[in-house]
């Protein structure tokens, strides 16, 4: 059977913020919202991907978070090169806005579609602000598996030296600039037992710069993950089903941030894979789905 999908659709939330996203999967199916990393727009959660969720009877929500894609650009609220790195170093500094905001974005986006509770799946930056939802709305969430994130912690989950050059590098003023930059990132922070291929790395760059990158979109979420508090107390508390999956060969966020996760959260399930970095490659969808659809189930 065909899996439905909706096209692109917009919520207007009441903090001025719209929210493009589409959905996947009947109506009537327990919801599971994916939140997307730093920089990255919904598509990084690609039409296999969803379709494969949907086939496990789940009606998947996947959105832009506000800078990425076709949601809201808040570029009056340009960053600096110094202010990132000052966040970088622990330095006080200012962000435009926090993951608690993002996390808010979500929420509303759930009610915008009227869905009262939802399976959060969140990878990386998208793995803390489902944290977040998680701690600051758990009566929004089934269940929550945070992919390849941390705890808030800076003793944990740190960078790999070789990757900070690589997140601070300029991405240049077109597209062909943007996109091999984008390669040359996904070759240091990618997985290297499961190598995506160059077509389909080239492909997914043209479609993010296409649907509406920009630089200081990257930069502002930048500053929200550099200034994000420390959660691991607040995330004892958490009681939903929880799946803490990371990879070994990370070196954007170090296996201590998952690790680190799954000592926090009582009762949570850690799922550590060997040669995964920092990336979704499509050998390890059928892994991913199948920890998503388990965890669900034990929130029933």
């Keep these: 059977m065909a899996v439905k999908r909706s096209g692109e659709l917009f919520a207007h939330l009441p903090s001025g913020i719209d929210i493009c996203y589409e959905t996947f999967g009947r109506k009537a199916d327990p919801a599971v919202l994916l939140v997307m990393g730093l920089g990255g727009p919904m598509g990084w959660w690609t039409d296999d991907f969803c379709t494969l969720l949907a086939e496990e ?122 996109v091999a930059r984008a390669l040359r990132t996904s070759r240091i922070i990618g997985s290297p037992d499961f190598p995506t291929d160059e077509a389909r790395a080239t492909a997914r760059a043209v479609e993010t710069y296409d649907r509406g990158w920009i630089a200081s979109g990257v930069a502002r979420h930048m500053m929200a993950v550099l200034t994000q508090a420390d959660r691991t107390a607040a995330l ?56 998503i659809v388990k965890n669900a189930a034990r929130a029933s």
Excluded: C
Aim: positive net charge; glycine residues 12%.
């Design 57 to 178: 009877g789940l009606r998947v929500i996947r959105f832009d978070n506000r800078d990425t894609g076709r949601s809201t650009k808040l570029r009056q609220h340009p960053v600096g090169k110094s202010d990132v790195v000052r966040a970088f170093a622990g330095l006080p500094v200012k962000a435009p806005y926090g993951l608690e905001d993002l996390a808010g974005d979500a929420i509303g986006l759930l009610d915008d579609l009227d869905v009262r509770r939802a399976h959060v799946v969140g990878v990386s930056m998208g793995g803390m602000i489902g944290q977040l939802i998680t701690i600051t709305h758990p009566d929004r969430v089934l269940s929550l598996t945070s992919i390849m994130s941390t705890t808030g912690r800076r003793r944990v989950g740190w960078q790999h030296p070789r990757v900070i050059p690589a997140m601070l590098a300029s991405a240049g003023r077109t597209r062909d600039a943007y």
């Design 236 to 291: 004892g508390d958490v009681t939903a089903p929880t799946t803490v999956i990371h990879g070994l060969a990370d070196p954007l966020v170090h296996k201590s941030g998952g690790r680190a996760t799954h000592a926090a959260i009582p009762g949570s399930e850690l799922l550590e894979i060997a040669g995964m970095g920092h990336d979704l490659p499509v050998q390890l969808y059928p892994t991913y789905v199948e920890a």
